[in-house]
């Protein structure tokens, strides 16, 4: 064993022993899994997807624990990286350009395509090789054939398309043996290539493999900018790409990948192209493809696909995750193997010093001596044991007292009389003791634009903690059908809202008609009667269109709405048939840390203070636990709101003080200018 092994298995193996007793630890973790171990030795356990979804975002909760105290580990996480170790040359020594040789499809039908055949014999020996192709041309798709020591083996193809997919210039070959003659077919269209060739070979810096989750998506729709595709992100995955899986046969469009936290807020975290061609070369089909969008660190737990359609139908994709698997690195024994304690959210990252002998740069740069060597070697995975793991199961240790428990308790009481608006509530919290209710419509309207007015109590009037979740789904609010007037040349349609005023994003309507493209204008009214117009708009429904019945979107850009009309020029045709409409409503959602039992929802009152909650420390750990929905009744006027009762918030008293000093104000200075009017002049000398 090399002295580095030496040196980090003595590392590990004496912290693993040093650790004090921590009983109180399985405590924390929902899950769990055995490891299996066959070699005693430093092991390698790559960590299934299962496991991943589970835990937090960088494995802050998860252990290897055995006996009595915990494992350390280092955990690497970074994708295989690829780096020149050797180079070899192919001397070709024939060149056969005939189309009619032994190696060349003789029954292509096009007169133009060309066959290449170029052999030679390779100095290489060995796995891992790689054949290179050095071509100037700036586009050129090449169907591509082998024949390795005079067995043909398939090469795919050869491609540099500007403005498409990757290009592809390299050919993984078997192993080699020194000196096997090495032919390559080449048939594409034009003139041929003629390429210089090399055989290149390279190891991998860092041994995490990678590994797809298949991303679950929760809304869809489509406007202007394309397809809009809502998915879920699991806390733990943080993939480096997505991956689209779809039947379309032949599409080229861009991507834009955003993190989604609220209809306004948006963060680019990826952008692309996804390409699929299929095109002949040497008269034969050469499928090209680019189904990989890169992607940087996504912080939300929503991430919002934009695909750019354009008049073409929808991919309708499954979206993947692609992330580098996770592999826990640490000394093991098969006669006391360690099981791993995962998931819950409740633990804080460990801080094992086996962390620092992996370097977080791919390489190890700034590093010398021994831990250079350590590092290259666990980049590696030499002298690494394979660990294994079991199916999870539950953890028997864990406590499964709620989460919030010390968190849910009742605050101060509320001055019920303030608030204009109550909707009854009824929790039965997860066992994390999580709840969540989505605020609709009516709440939206009833409350003020940041929700600070918004409260729950209980029937004592204490108030309970919440978070604002604003990663929710947008509400869609259903309109009655529209009212038609119409004038020469001109339609208004008046929509009635169910509730106001609210704040807008999309506008969508459903139209009879087959075929129109007319012009549009969107009449808007806020709360305090203004009057705002949407100029530009048009209603479209393309000829030929195969479903009629696909909804006009308009946007509305978060305008706050009150009442709304649609003007629409209809020059001599006959006025278009709204059959129905919809608003989409962003909202939000409160996470409630209650105890089972009935409460009440308080909105509508425009002097309260936003409330602050303990809670808001642990938004992290929330967004680990499960919630479940509170069952809601109607929202309904509060029979105990009174008017006067607002005078002694902190908010009237205020704008009572504002008022008097305002009037006191004019009075002083309604005397001096009264007492400078009576003022009589002096005569001039």
């Known amino acids: 064993m090399k002295p580095s092994t030496v040196l980090l298995a003595l590392t590990v193996s004496g912290i693993a022993w040093a650790q004090p007793k921590r009983v109180e630890l399985p405590q924390l973790f929902p899950s769990k899994a055995e490891v299996t171990i066959t070699e005693s030795g430093l092991q ?23 006996g ?57 020996k060995g796995a891992g090789w790689e054949l290179v192709f050095d071509l100037p041309d700036s586009r050129f798709v090449e169907a591509v054939g082998l024949r390795l020591g005079g067995h043909e083996i398939s090469g795919g193809s050869l491609f540099r398309l500007p403005g498409g997919p990757d290009e592809r210039v390299r050919i993984p070959l078997p192993v080699l043996a020194e000196h096997v003659r090495l032919g390559v077919v080449l048939k594409g269209d034009g003139s041929a290539l003629s390429p210089r060739l090399h055989l290149e070979r390279g190891r991998s810096v860092r041994g995490s493999g990678l590994v797809e989750s298949p991303l679950r998506i929760t809304a869809r729709w489509h406007d202007r900018a394309g397809s809009h595709l809502l998915l879920d992100r699991s806390p733990g995955l943080l993939p480096s790409a997505l991956r689209f899986v779809t039947k379309t046969p032949t599409f080229d469009r861009a991507v834009a990948i955003y993190d989604y936290t609220g209809e306004d807020s948006r963060r680019l975290v990826g952008q692309g192209r996804l390409s699929r061609v299929s095109m002949t070369a040497g008269g034969e089909k050469v499928a090209i493809e680019q189904l990989d969008v890169p992607l940087g660190v996504p912080r939300a737990h929503k991430l919002e696909v934009v695909i750019d359609d354009g008049d073409s139908p929808s991919l309708d994709p499954e979206i993947r995750a692609v992330l580098a698997r996770p592999t826990l690195v640490f000394y093991g024994d098969p006669q006391q193997p360690p099981t791993l304690l995962f998931g819950g959210g409740r633990a804080e990252a460990p801080r094992y010093d086996l962390q620092s002998l992996l370097p977080p740069n791919t390489g190890v740069a700034g590093i010398e001596g021994v831990r250079a060597e350590v590092a290259a070697r666990l980049h590696a995975r030499e002298g690494l044991h394979v660990a294994t793991l079991s199916a999870p199961t539950s953890n028997p240790a864990f406590d499964p007292t709620p989460a919030l428990r010390s968190v849910a308790h009742p605050g101060t009481e509320v001055a019920l009389a303030t608030y204009a608006h109550v909707r009854p509530l009824e929790l039965s919290p997860s066992a994390d003791g999580l709840s969540r209710y989505v605020l609709a419509p009516a709440d939206l309207a009833a409350a003020r634009p940041d929700l600070a007015d918004v409260r729950i109590v209980d029937e004592k009037n ?51 008609e087959g075929f129109f493209e007319r012009n549009a204008r969107l009449v808007i009214k806020d709360q305090a009667g203004r009057e705002r117009t949407l100029d530009g708009m048009r209603l479209h429904r393309a000829l030929g269109t195969t479903s009629e019945g696909e909804a006009v979107l308009l946007h509305l850009d978060g305008a706050q709405v009150s009442s709304l009309a649609i003007e629409v020029t209809d020059g001599g045709d006959a006025p278009l048939t709204i059959t129905s409409a919809r608003l989409r409503v962003p909202t939000s959602a409160l996470l409630l840390a209650a105890e089972r039992g009935r409460y009440r929802l308080l909105v509508g009152d425009p002097d309260a203070e936003a409330p602050t909650y303990e809670l ?58 009264l007492r400078l009017a009576r003022t009589p002049e002096e005569p001039n000398a």
């Not at 970074?78 to 020594?93: C, H, Q, Y």
């Not at 000093?661 to 002083?668: D, E, I, K, N, Q």
């Open 616 to 673: 808001r420390a642990l938004t992290d750990l929330i967004a680990q636990l499960d919630a479940t929905d509170a069952k809601a009744s109607p929202l309904v006027d509060n029979p105990a709101f009174s008017r006067t009762a607002r005078l002694g918030g902190s908010g009237a008293r205020e704008r009572l003080l504002v008022w008097l000093a305002l009037g006191l104000a004019v009075l002083v200075l309604g005397a001096l200018t």
């Open 462 to 512: 204490r108030q309970w903690p919440y978070l604002v979740d604003p990663v929710t789904d947008a509400a869609i609010v259903e309109l009655a059908q529209p009212t038609r007037t119409s004038k020469p040349g001109v339609s208004r349609y008046e929509l009635a809202l169910p509730a106001a005023p609210l704040v807008a994003t999309e506008l969508v309507l459903d139209v009879q």
């Open 44 to 66: 390698a356990l790559e960590l299934p997807i299962s496991v991943i979804e589970k835990c937090r975002a960088g494995l802050p909760d998860l252990r290897l624990w055995r």
């Open 68 to 124: 009595d105290s915990e494992v350390p580990y280092l955990v690497d996480s970074t994708a295989e990286v690829w780096t020149l170790a050797e180079s070899a040359p192919l001397e070709v020594d024939n060149v056969v350009h005939d189309r009619k040789s032994p190696l060349c499809d003789r029954l292509a039908a096009s007169p133009s395509w060309h066959c290449e055949v170029l052999e030679g014999t390779t100095t290489a």
